[in-house]
């Protein structure tokens, strides 16, 4: 049974194809394998109510989610969303992964390797959640995992697993999304509305329609010590400052929870040729009583987005190895 799932997951992993399809269709396919590995966005999706973690492709233009990878985990010793610090509660929402801590430093419950997650976000910190030293991290023991809520609010992996995603997680840039139940993230209905409104977004500011482009804000949005009054007033300034202003946006990703929303691009703006900045841009979409989608924060970097080399090859190699792939099929068959 392992045998077959684990020859069906080799296949999805993109070696699905029949060596009597000829030379030229493999070169294709390979040659289709090293350009497409050249653009690839992955996240990593936790699902707390499974114990595990699956490593995503974020495609734009609205095209479906790959899964490439599962990993089993473990989390916090509490059940719930983390609320304040010392709750043992693993967070829920949309989170970037951070700089790649390694070596004796760490300490041996954390194994060779740990990524932080910027916990608290903007919205966390609005709603007064409190906490720090949210990682994704290795193990002392591998058997750890099986205990499945040990952590003290972390996301605890495999060593061999933790090791696998420091190739995929880019520092300060990959979407790290973690949930209750998975299946209220980024469902088609909310990324379509959020993609909407992100354009609207970007339309307004292009044109200079101030009057839609601050309707779109939340009331209780700051930035730089301004209001949303102050703000616009700010903006109508900046707007009529410049003759000439150009912007373009690409690489538009969008991630949605069941509270709020992430979209993530590139930002590229040229005023009057005197100001001109380059880089990423992060809108913090919130959700509200009345189901409208407002912009509650956003921010600016000179890092644009970085996408991963992902062979599919190296993955289907890994889906072998990997110690969650025999143990989540262990789990799946002890529920049959």
């Known amino acids: 049974m392992y045998r077959r799932i684990l020859s069906l997951a080799l296949s ?33 999706l936790v699902d707390k109510d499974k114990l595990k973690a699956d490593l995503m492709t974020m495609p734009e233009d609205n095209q479906p989610s790959e899964h490439l990878i599962s990993f089993k985990i473990a989390i916090g010793k509490e059940e719930g969303d983390k609320q304040k610090v010392g709750d043992n509660r693993t967070p829920e929402g949309i989170y970037f992964s951070q700089r790649i801590l390694n070596g004796r430093k760490l300490g041996r419950k954390y194994g060779p390797f740990a990524i932080p997650i910027d916990f608290p976000n903007p919205l966390d910190r609005f709603f007064g959640k409190t906490g720090y030293g949210i990682w994704l991290h290795g193990v002392e023991a ?16 495999y060593n061999a697993d933790i090791q696998s995603l420091t190739q995929w997680l880019v520092p300060d840039q990959s979407v790290v999304v973690i949930a ?26 292009a044109k200079r329609d101030i009057e839609h482009y601050i309707s779109l804000y939340h009331d209780s949005f700051k930035a730089d010590g301004k209001d949303k009054k102050a703000y616009y007033e700010y903006k109508k300034r900046v707007f009529t400052s410049y003759q000439n202003m150009e912007l373009a946006m690409n690489n538009v990703r969008v991630f949605t929870h069941d509270r709020y929303a992430v979209a993530v691009m590139n930002q590229d703006f040229n005023g009057d040729n005197r100001y001109r900045s380059y880089g990423r ?16 924060h956003e921010e600016f970097d000179e890092k644009p987005l970085q996408f991963v080399n992902l062979s599919r090859e190296k ?22």
């Open 142 to 157: 591998d058997k750890r995992i099986e205990a499945a809520k040990v952590t003290e609010g972390c996301v605890a992996f």
């Open 281 to 296: 841009k992060i809108l913090y979409w919130q959700l509200s009583g009345d189901d409208q989608w407002k912009l509650f």
């Open 12 to 44: 999805l992993g993109g070696l699905g194809f029949t060596a009597n399809q000829g030379r030229a269709e493999e070169a294709t396919t390979t040659e289709s394998i090293r350009v497409k590995a050249q653009r690839e966005m992955v996240f990593l």
């Open 315 to 336: 993955i289907a190699q890994i889906i072998k190895s990997s110690p969650s792939t025999k143990a989540l099929q262990e789990h799946v068959e002890s529920r049959l």
């Open 180 to 205: 209750k139940d998975a299946t209220q993230v980024n469902r088609p209905e909310n990324v379509a509305k959020v993609r909407q409104l992100t354009q609207e977004w970007i339309d307004s500011w």
